[in-house]
């Protein structure tokens, strides 16, 4: 079976004209497929106007019972359930999913070292029969950033972490292509220049870019992971613009992409 | 296939301790199931802390658009998820859904007459055989107030008629028991004395009970909906408190039973 994993963040689901528009990109999108989502600036905003503040570190969330709560509402309640009720109008059979529904995603809470992240989890298996079930019924996950401990505890859990978790997971029996879509058109050469794009990354590529410094920072760890997940079976992994996402379905040059051959030169 | 349907509102969800004791009754519950729920006061007192005051005519919320992104979050977020993370926990393979999920309740938003409801959905269509996969799955669906249009738009739909739909769908292909728990244990003689509990009820007892007054207000259209369904094939409807849950199931002396069938005395 071919499978393909969209993940979508604030970029687009902060954006309502955004958001519609993925969503009829989405609909078009061939075979069966997974839609991950975090939840972008709302559930900030939305928390401020309860009183509950923010509270990041290295880019993550910290999740206390008050904010746990908040995203639960925010990812799993309204943002989620408006794009299931706005796929099923696009004639897509979507079905809005926590890790915690059908036990798709078990984590543990991450232990505290250094820091204390509060209600985050950390994968640690994913339930692919149930997975085939749904795409044996036709319908398509659309799958919140919210997991669960399996001893009755939510827990936020990082939507990138998510797509590879499901990806590699399903790659073990199926054909799983995995796209990131974010607020870039693909790695680029020149940060500042978005027709820069690199149109494919290999292992032996990267290690070159990096040399190089062409690819720095908040890129390393996005690419780790992409070469992870196509270490662990996944196909290619694509990283570009969501409006670009049908092009990359159908293999036009529209982002990055990352496979894990080398070319053999000789 | 036998499906049990069970209801509970807000005196079972609004008290933690209800809920827990409630939830474990219900992992203990035999067969096929499928809880059905509102969202009691949170809803409510959630969007008084942002806000939004909730306006109730004849018992129903009116809906505005903030007061459905509310119970949008509420009743498909922070209620649904948490209860299907704690029924995961005691091992019941439950999955969260609204009727957007998998189209699984589509509804038309109620027409304006003397009062315009807002985003209320009245029910048109239960999608069947949806359930059906979930059951072969070994899934337990534990489904929300919440319903669409299939045109995108979510809506706000009373929690008693969702679990009369899907019961009334059910019942044309299975053997479905329909449980409504409330604050009562029952239909009681004398309102005052819970152990007045009139045990079994059918048409020809009802309309001697409605005569003699001891059915009157409230619980006319409560018996008026159970008749319904029984007329269109479920085969009883039980009304009590959700502690004798259990009992009922065991066909124990533990509420009221509703059977259309008369006693045939001759």
Redesign the interface.
Known sequence: MKISIIKIGGNVIDFPDKLEEFLALFSKFPGHKILVHGGGVLASRFGE??GVMPEMVDGRRITDKDTL?IV???????I???M???L??LNV??????G????LIQSVKRPVKNIDYGFVGDIEKVNTS?LN?LF??G?HPVICA?T?D?????LNTNADSIASALATSLAKEHHVNLYFCFNKSGVLVDEKNENSIIPLINEEIYTELRKENVIHSGMIPKLDNAFEALRKGVHHVWIGKAENLLLAAKGKLSGTIIERHRYDLY
């Open positions: 106007s309860l709560d639960t509402m925010v990812y799993a309640g309204l989620n359930k408006n299931v009720a706005k099923q109008a059979n979507a079905i809005g999913l926590t915690a529904d059908g036990n149930f079930t044996e019924g319908l919210i669960h399996k001893s009755g505890q939510l």
